[in-house]
């Protein structure tokens, strides 16, 4: 069952939803993470059926626990693939080979590709678009009206910010270096008309985003 209200960390590499969290007493009720860059970076989708097989398997050992698994491209030049059609030429084969009772959702960072032909494949799949707050990518409430931005029956988001220009403000993880309260109260207006269609919402935030890292006592 989909938490309704939860509060969500992001430690290493999985997502991890705690429905019910105190300061001494964690129940994890879903765990989730990116697949590995052998697949999405490295082999780019292509001659990776044995190493999809053995992530997949892994992942099952989580059994009611998993959550929705992440395919988190880098952003593709010309020599990878020419255009978007190119990408999902290779992109629907391999969709098709992904187990139906699982969730995923896809990321790219080619800000052109980001166009209702794209949505339209995901939502064919059942996989969720990713939303994503990052330095060159258009923000959600900059497309929404472009096209629906919702491809399954939740959505995944990340704020995720400007690596490489926060990092040359500060090397410093221990205060807010950017104010996103702008950019926070679109995201809020954006997701409650999402939660108004009842789809359920995944989200995280990157220390990048805004760059604030605070320590508790156990």
Known sequence: MWPTKSKIVRKHCLLIVFPHYSHRNITVEMLSTTFPQEITHKRMIKDCDDELKTFLMTMETLGDKLGPLLFQFGKFDKYAFKSL???????????????????????????????????????????????????WMPRPWEMKDQFDLITSDFTYVRWLGDRKGIEEKTTTWDKVIV????????????????????????????????????????
Not at 94 to 112: D, G, H, S
Not at 208 to 217: I, M, V, W
């Open 85 to 135: 059609d190119d990408f999902l030429a290779r992109l629907i084969p391999f969709l098709k080979k992904l187990p139906k009772e699982q969730k995923f959702a896809v990321e790219i960072r080619n800000r052109n590709w980001l166009v209702p032909k794209f949505a339209d494949v995901l939502r064919e799949h059942g996989i969720a678009l990713t939303l994503i707050d990052q330095g």
């Open 179 to 218: 104010d996103r309260q702008g950019d926070l109260s679109e995201w809020v207006s954006l997701l409650k008309k999402v939660q108004e269609r009842r789809i359920m919402i995944l989200a995280f935030a990157n220390n990048h985003y805004a760059l604030c890292r605070r320590r508790h006592k156990a």
